[in-house]
């Protein structure tokens, strides 16, 4: 890490091996395309590059990255105006016998159910179930006290609840 | 009946795994007298089953290896050149070509000595400076064609705009590789290279024969001059270290010839 706040190009390489793949499934599951994600991956790591000098040390160096992450992919969601697209197209994918058959569409249903909620809660959900963090660190990640949270996936989960009950999926 | 807030902050927490041993007594009495709690906590848990079965996705391949492409070769001093951070603009993807070059200053257009060049093509060039994004047309491109192999990536796509063929390349190296574009027909010629400023891209072109040499990422436009609007196969052969490692064609067919 300080090496690589130095500049030290092989010290970065080693950061981007640990990160690449949680950064990349983050953007995915917050845009829901690979194209997408690839491309904020791309501009996450060359954020964290540029500004490595702005990183406070005294921040966990993992709450400092998913935080670009979440902001990049939400940025990209409002720069591209997807989102309002995306929940056309999942409110027109609906329940249906597609939707029934086999893990990878139960996967693209509860993706496409994901997609269907606000970002801020779809945050919190990419940050506990993709990422793995606790409650304590997405509320670093977030810079928001972890009453708040709990509070948040809590509404997450409901609202997905909701949408896959609609789905049929659950 | 509504459950208490308290109660549904644990119930939550339980499903989380982040239930205090001091809480979880009282949850757990809680719940066992509480229909209405165990239906919310089986359909969180539920929830929380599935959002856990999504699989972990694969990042693309040579993502990593672009991203390091793309970054400052020097150190933090090279961070702050307006050299470096122009390199960043043109790695940052949602930036892509368009903004890159409204930037204006930014793109440096090499032509190159040809035996061919014609003065028109030289007026046609002109008018290229800084308008790349312009010259390549925003509909559908004749052909892109992925190049993918352990040393190059990326993709070439071939537009066409009055009498110029323009290959666009959008590539990605792990070390020096040279390029050399090929065509037979010797009424179109080679009429223009356009780059990023950047170091470790160079061109030369003969009749018929243009080569490039590119180490890292990169983004570039080769501009032909097909005044005849003719047929055309250009040959890509990647090289690195003096051996093959990729070779592929892109095809012009001018309208009404395909099919």
């Known amino acids: ?170 | 009946m509504a459950i208490d807030p308290k109660y549904v902050e644990l119930i939550n927490a339980d499903i989380d795994g982040e239930i205090s041993s001091a809480d979880r007594a009282a949850f757990e009495a809680f719940i066992a007298d509480s229909p209405e709690a165990q239906a919310l906590h089986a359909e969180l848990s539920a929830v929380h089953a599935s959002l856990d079965s999504l699989p972990e996705l694969d990042s693309p391949p040579h993502l990593k290896h672009t991203i390091m492409a793309s970054i400052p070769e020097q150190n933090e001093g090279a961070r702050s050149t307006p050299g470096a951070f122009l390199q960043t603009l043109f790695a940052a993807p949602a930036l892509r070509y368009t903004a890159v070059f409204a930037a204006g200053s930014v793109l440096t257009l090499s032509l190159v000595s040809s035996d061919i060049v014609s003065q028109g093509a030289f007026d046609d060039m002109t008018g290229l400076v800084g308008t790349i994004s312009d010259q390549i047309p925003q509909g559908p491109s004749i052909q892109t064609t992925p190049i993918e192999s352990k040393d190059i990536a990326g993709t070439v796509t071939l537009h066409s705009s009055g009498p110029i063929l323009i290959v666009d390349f959008d590539l990605v190296s792990s070390g020096p590789v040279d390029i050399v574009a090929s065509y037979v027909d010797k009424k179109v010629w080679f009429n223009g290279f356009a780059q990023l400023e950047s170091p470790g891209v160079s061109v030369s072109a003969e009749s018929g024969r243009i080569t490039m040499q590119i180490d890292g990422k990169r983004r570039y436009a080769l501009y032909l001059h097909n005044a005849g609007d003719r047929d055309i196969t250009i040959h890509l052969q990647f090289t690195s270290n003096g051996e093959a490692v990729y070779d592929t064609d892109i095809e012009y067919v001018q309208p009404g010839h395909s099919g």
Request: hydrophobic fraction near 35%.
């Open chain 1, 1 to 170: 890490m300080e090496r690589s706040l130095k500049g030290d190009r092989h010290a970065f390489e080693t950061l981007l091996v640990k990160y690449e793949r949680p950064v990349y499934n983050a953007a995915y599951r917050m845009l829901h395309n690979p194209d997408d994600a690839r491309d904020v991956t791309q501009t996450v790591f060359l954020k964290v590059y540029e500004h490595l000098d702005q990183y406070d040390p005294a921040r966990r160096f993992f709450s400092w990255v998913y935080r670009i992450t979440l902001n990049e992919s939400i940025n990209w969601l409002k720069k591209s105006s997807r989102q309002a697209t995306l929940e056309q197209d999942t409110a027109d994918q609906g329940s249906g016998p597609r939707q029934q058959a086999g893990q990878a569409q139960i996967g693209e249903g509860i993706q496409a159910a994901l997609m269907t909620i606000k970002s801020e809660y779809r945050a919190v959900i990419v940050l506990k179930h993709v990422l793995g963090c606790s409650y304590s660190e997405i509320s670093e990640v977030l810079d928001i006290p972890v009453k708040k949270v709990k509070s948040r996936l809590y509404t997450a989960r409901q609202l997905l609840q909701e949408r896959l009950t609609e789905q049929g999926l659950h």
